[in-house]
């Protein structure tokens, strides 16, 4: 049927672009067809095509996402000649393709081409990893035909953009003259499949039987399940974050599962991953990788020190890809977002190894197809829009804040992660933890929030609380010691089970932490350039700098606080650490302050620490008057003292008052 008769559905072009919408998001959202926002999906009527836009994701696409043409601009260009020099045609084209552009701003795919000439409404081009399990083979041609017959359209691997446009239109031709009909599907060699169909159901209908088959004809099925990390995770990585970060702090990311074992036991396995099989894989991954198969961190990290500066030599980038026998494989991104896009394109890249092996082998593309694929333009541009950025003060910082499930430790990490910084909620309310990490991360830009259960008074959980966020990130930049608990009571109120548990949870807690923080630190330090310092920030109070009426459990673990904060300051100066304590003010608006039924105006007023209070307000007024500035302390005004704190190097073992002038 031709574009001048079909009908996608009732109600015109607008119907076609919801459809096109649907289809669009079906199978972007679904990792056995794409990853890391891929593929390209077009409709098109007998004057327009609507064509996914660089840069925009399938997954979540809506009509803005698409580029609209003219094609009556866009149809000559099957017969234009174009330059013969490589540089100057793809100019060209890309210059005809934005004349025949008619939503500005949007860039629309280099294949658009090759959509355009494809004779059905809808074509969507996807690279699922089983297709790409056969189109990756040695044999993938000749399979091909096995499985769906003579009528089959292959397509071997042309660099993409214009000659790959000429060699599909070639193909058409030749397929309409032997067959007296139009291809459906067309197979791509190294890239994936398009298919095509004047309706979307006769889309999901074809795309459901071609995994069918290939799933029939598959003789091994891909190793399947998760694995634990190992806790030499964080005897490795941190080192191994600080070698790659040269003029910026780097993100690492682990991922462990069966598949990845299958790979990282075993060198030769490792060849079969040793080159790209698809220009996804290049352009997100680049075309070389590094393998440690070391024994014990020690010998991973001594391979490390000497593979990552040749690597880098040799290839002018630093590796993005690491397999690390023991740990996983490691993702090496200039921020979280990318890491998680490198994670998937290479496991997607095992996959397809593994796949090929049912249709004869691995075929990865050649270097003078991954020189192509790298130098592009075209790469070059998804390449940057996939990137992200993240910008502030504590950019791809990862940053640990106790107690940030709520309150001022919530407001703390919210700052900073508006700043740029990884930030790492540990607190015992998984509940409330989970919905505030969700909160973080719809405002996040290219960093990330994840919440790690922890209870600051037990020693395994914080080491846990170490172990996911070097998983998660690759190391720990800054340690922000917030969690704390007040029980306000005299001396005739004050139970000794009350002054065990502040005293545990204001002092002892700070202990701990430090205790298991500062391991990671070392290491990162010890691999570290000069100028880099890690940093471990206590929030004190300004009852850590002069005591506190009916508060003497409070106080006294917070004078404590800053006895550690100094003796741990000169301990862990040589390791380049530096630790310091904030003490803020009231932050009256918070639950501490305020909660209707335990917030210390309550206990306050209850405990008669304000003379001749009779009402919470009255509590209010009398601290309020208190401070010279007449308001209370912010997680903003705390965060400015925090960002301070580790922006300077010049000071350690400082009790920083952030308290309006109310202690000076």
């Not at 919905?435 to 830009?445: G, L, M, R």
């Not at 003010?585 to 302050?593: D, R, T």
């Not at 003292?641 to 308290?659: D, F, K, N, R, S």
Request: hydrophobic fraction near 40%.
């Amino acid at each position: 049927m031709s574009i001048s008769q079909q009908t996608p559905t009732n109600g015109g072009w607008e119907a076609g672009i919801k459809d096109l919408i649907s289809v669009s998001q079906f199978y972007g959202r679904d990792t056995r067809f794409v990853i890391a926002g891929g593929g390209n999906t077009s409709y098109k009527n007998n004057e327009k095509i609507w064509v996914k836009a660089s840069g925009s994701s399938l997954a979540t696409i809506t009509e803005d996402g698409f580029a609209v043409l003219d094609r009556s601009l866009l149809n000559p260009m099957s017969d234009k000649q174009y330059s013969s020099d490589e540089a100057e045609r793809e100019d060209q084209v890309k210059n005809d393709l934005a004349a025949a552009t008619l939503t500005k701003g949007r860039r629309p795919s280099v294949e658009t081409s090759m959509h355009n000439v494809i004779d059905y409404a809808f074509v969507v081009h996807l690279h699922p990893t089983i297709v790409n399990g056969l189109m990756c083979a040695q044999n993938a041609e000749k399979n091909l035909v096995r499985l769906f017959g003579e009528k089959a359209l292959y397509v071997e691997y042309t660099d993409p953009g214009y000659v790959l446009f000429k060699k599909v239109d070639e193909k058409i031709k030749e397929y309409r003259s032997k067959f007296k009909e139009e291809p459906k599907v067309i197979w791509l060699q190294n890239h994936g499949i398009f298919v095509a169909a004047d309706n979307i159901d006769e889309i999901n209908a074809t795309y459901n039987s071609i995994l069918e088959t290939l799933e029939r004809a598959v003789k091994i099925p891909v190793p399947a399940g998760d694995r634990a990390t190992c806790n030499c995770t964080e005897e490795i990585l941190p080192a191994v974050r600080m070698m790659v970060s040269g003029e910026s702090l780097k993100t690492l990311k682990v991922r462990k599962n069966e598949l990845i074992k299958y790979f990282y036991d075993s060198i030769d396995n490792q060849r079969e991953i040793s080159k790209p099989f698809t220009p996804d894989a290049i352009v997100y991954c680049k075309s070389n990788y590094l393998f440690f198969n070391g024994e014990t961190p020690e010998m991973v990290i001594a391979e490390a020190q000497k593979a990552i500066p040749e690597f880098t030599q040799k290839f002018g980038y630093l590796p993005k890809v690491l397999l690390i026998k023991g740990v996983g494989m490691v993702a090496v991104g200039d921020n979280t977002k990318q890491c998680d896009i490198i994670l998937d394109v290479f496991e997607d890249a095992m996959k397809i190894a593994f796949l090929s092996r049912s249709f004869g082998g691995a075929h990865p593309m050649t270097q003078a197809q991954i020189d192509f694929i790298d130098n592009w333009e075209v790469e070059n541009y998804r390449r940057s829009v996939s990137a992200g950025a993240a910008s502030g003060r504590a950019e791809n910082k990862v940053i640990i804040v106790t107690g940030a499930a709520q309150g001022f430790g919530e407001g703390i990490a919210e700052c900073l992660i508006r700043e740029g910084a990884n930030i790492v909620v540990a607190d015992l309310n998984e509940e409330v933890g989970a919905k505030t990490v969700e909160k973080f991360n719809s405002i996040a830009k290219s960093n990330r929030a994840v919440f790690v259960k922890t209870n600051v008074a037990d020693i395994p959980s914080i080491e846990n609380l170490v172990h996911e966020s070097v998983c998660h990130f690759g190391g720990i930049d800054s340690f922000i010691s917030n969690a704390g608990v007040l029980r306000a009571g005299g001396l005739e109120d004050m139970t000794p089970e009350n002054f065990d548990f502040v005293t545990k949870i204001n002092y002892n807690a700070y202990f701990y932490c430090t205790k298991v923080v500062s391991k990671v630190m070392k290491l990162q330090t010890n691999y570290a350039s000069e100028d880099y310092y890690a940093d471990i920030i206590q929030i004190n109070s300004k009852s850590g700098l002069r005591g506190s009426k009916a508060n003497f459990a409070y106080a006294g673990g917070k004078f404590g606080g800053i006895g550690l904060t100094q003796s741990f300051a000169l301990e862990l100066a040589p390791f380049r650490i530096k630790v310091n304590s904030i003490c803020p003010g009231n932050f009256y608006e918070g639950p501490l302050w305020s909660d209707p039924e335990n917030g210390l105006f309550v206990q306050y007023l209850n405990a008669g620490k304000v003379p001749g209070a009779k009402t919470i307000e009255d509590v209010k007024a009398f601290y309020l008057s208190q401070v010279p500035m007449r308001k209370g302390c912010t997680p903003a005004d705390v965060t400015k003292g925090v960002l301070y704190l580790m922006e300077q190097c010049g000071e350690t073992g400082q009790a920083l008052p952030i308290t309006g002038g109310q202690v000076m």
